[in-house]
């Protein structure tokens, strides 16, 4: 099957494996993806989740961009983001 | 020495030393209280300016202007949701990353609705699958026209009208699931679960006619 024939039925039948809900996937997102940025295996912490990625466009793109901004700097100029005093 | 609190969980769990802080902050019923939110927000604006940049491209054109206004929008929406939320804090990530999703969250929701904004719902296919490749080669080709014939038949014949509507939109018309779930006033988890109990009924009448479904590659998000 070709590339683009593979991205098709993708999309329409998604992967057919166990997944999370859009909901489950929000509440365990941050868990995932402090698991996966400390080096710990996230899937096997949260099942379903990597089956609900695949299938899901919105919540993939959301957990890609809490991926890259959750080790942002602490501080930028002008901006204090540690925790309160 | 004060000892770290925890959070109700399934299991106890022992917040860290910022994640406390931004707790027992944003819990204080004092003049602190004020002073925790300002920096809650300048946070979640942080997130949100850089997540409407990183989705720039897919809004096509539109002033630095606006689209501050979009990720202002986004943070305001995401301090209520932090502040509403607080209690669901449950310890098992840093608190500024459970914090952040809820940025990344509304500002990602804000920018596809921008996109969306004045455009109909498209309720026909905008491109039925398997349209010919002009890389493949000829065995591949009659596979992926085979293919494409049975789902078609079966997108048709083996879903209800909603699934249908629900699968067309999402999954060949790239209609945003947030965006179709604010025009039909359905949420975004309904309708994927409608999305996934669509899949099933097509694997399964694919499988009943002796189709394989290939195992599917993580798409990218549109």
Not at chain 2, 104 to 129: G, K, M, N
Request: glycine letters at 6%; proline letters at 7%.
């Amino acid at each position: 099957m070709t590339a683009k024939a593979h991205r098709m039925v993708s999309r329409l039948l998604g992967t057919g494996e166990p997944e999370l809900s859009c909901e489950a996937c929000f509440t365990h997102l941050d868990r995932y993806v402090d698991v996966e940025l400390s080096g710990g295996v996230a899937d096997r912490e949260i099942p379903g989740m990597a089956g609900h990625l695949a299938n899901c466009p919105a919540c993939a793109e959301e957990h890609d961009a809490l991926l890259a901004c959750a080790d942002l700097p602490p501080t930028l100029p002008g901006e204090a983001l540690g925790p309160p005093r | 020495m004060t000892k770290p609190r925890t959070v109700a969980a399934t299991e106890p769990v022992v917040l860290d030393a910022r994640s406390d802080a931004w707790l027992a902050a944003l819990r204080d019923t004092g003049a602190g209280k004020d002073e925790a939110v300002g920096q809650l927000h300048a946070m979640m604006l942080r997130v949100a300016r850089w997540q409407v940049q990183r989705l720039r491209h897919t809004v096509g054109r539109i002033d630095a202007d606006e689209l501050d206004v979009l990720a202002q929008q986004a943070a305001d929406d995401a301090t209520i949701a932090v502040l509403g939320h607080l209690d669901d804090f449950a310890g098992r990530s840093r608190f500024t990353t459970w914090a952040f999703k809820f940025a990344v969250l509304q500002a990602s929701v804000t920018l596809r609705r921008y996109r969306w904004r004045d455009r109909e719902i498209p309720t026909e296919p905008q491109d039925w699958p398997y349209q010919a490749d002009p890389g493949a080669g000829p065995d591949q080709q009659v596979a992926a026209d085979d293919l494409a014939a049975a789902l078609r038949a079966a997108i048709a014949t083996a879903l209800t009208p909603h699934q249908r509507d629900v699968l067309v939109a999402l999954a060949i018309n790239d209609v945003p699931i947030d965006v179709l779930a604010e025009r039909l006033g359905t949420s975004r988890g309904a309708l994927y679960k409608t999305l996934h109990d669509a899949r099933i009924r097509l694997r399964t009448r694919l499988t009943d006619e002796g189709y394989e479904p290939p195992p599917s590659r993580r798409e990218t998000a549109r």
